[in-house]
């Protein structure tokens, strides 16, 4: 009888907290198929009175000449080469500090560690000012390229502690058979970090399909908008703003965040338990 009461306790909590968890979610989405002056009339309401497929039409069409195919396509273009420069170089920056020996390796280890301390605020003006000198600005430049040629401290440190609980007899032993050093992380360490290279992409994707910041200190042409920026535009605080459509497009952004989750949950799981374990 305990045990019965105990479990119908837990599983009561845990759905509540669920549903509380869910509720904005739904709320986007019911608000997205509700007419305008209903949204904010009778807020609380999960059931609108009438379903305004229209506002997903207005929404999809943009601004000007610019239609979301426009933005959806952007951010997966971003998305997609950021996901790639991080697995490359966080893989390989990873194997260096895991199992080679070099000069200056600890203090590059602490200067590693040092910068997940510091806030993206910090790095923010002195990256602009570098950029602008570059002649980035206004292009996807300093949205990719840093991704290719350091990756982010976090993955490479959630990497790093991965590959360190790889026995390093399999090193040795692919050394005596001939093994390079590249072969050796190509052949040998690459293959094993499976687990945890599927969760920096979940999460790499993540940060960057989500990324607002980054996107609009940079970026200025509409054109190459993403879906962050595009929705901003709907936002306009001297004028009104297109609630509708506002909230069709953000749900629509949410569709492949979902899917991701969806579809690579057990290697986001895998990958989280055994590195964290190590």
């Not at 610019?66 to 390989?92: E, P, Q, Y």
């Not at 002195?126 to 401290?153: C, D, E, R, S």
Request: glycine share 6%; aromatic share 18%.
């Amino acid at each position: 009888m305990k045990i019965n009461i105990r479990s119908f306790c837990f599983h009561f909590f845990i759905i509540g907290f669920g549903l509380v968890m869910v509720y904005p979610i739904l709320w986007t989405i019911v608000s997205s198929l509700k007419p305008e002056a209903e949204i904010f009339k009778n807020s609380a309401s999960l059931i609108p009175s009438v379903l305004e497929w229209k506002n997903y039409l207005l929404g999809w069409q943009g601004f000007g000449n610019i239609t979301f195919t426009t933005f959806f396509k952007n951010s997966a273009f971003v998305t997609m080469l950021v996901l790639i420069g991080t697995l490359f170089s966080s893989a390989l920056v990873s194997f260096g500090f895991a199992r080679l020996k070099f000069r200056f390796k600890s203090i590059l280890f602490v200067c590693l560690i040092a910068t997940l301390l510091l806030p993206s605020q910090v790095t923010l003006i002195p990256q602009y000012i570098l950029f602008h000198k570059l002649g980035w600005v206004n292009t996807y430049y300093p949205l990719i390229v840093p991704a290719f040629i350091g990756g982010t401290p976090f993955f490479i440190f959630l990497m790093i502690q991965f590959i360190k609980g790889i026995p390093r007899e399999l090193d040795e032993a692919a050394i005596i058979d001939g093994c390079s050093t590249f072969g050796l992380f190509w052949r040998i360490i690459l293959p094993l970090t499976k687990p945890a290279l599927a969760t920096v992409a979940i999460f790499s994707f993540y940060w960057t399909w989500d990324d607002f910041m980054t996107p609009l200190i940079y970026l200025n042409d509409p054109n190459l908008f993403t879906v962050s920026l595009g929705l901003r535009l709907f936002s306009d605080p001297n004028s009104v703003t297109a609630w509708g459509p506002l909230f069709a497009m953000s749900f629509l952004s949410l569709v492949p965040t979902f899917m991701i989750f969806l579809f690579f949950q057990k290697y986001l799981v895998e990958g989280i338990s055994t590195t964290g374990i190590k």
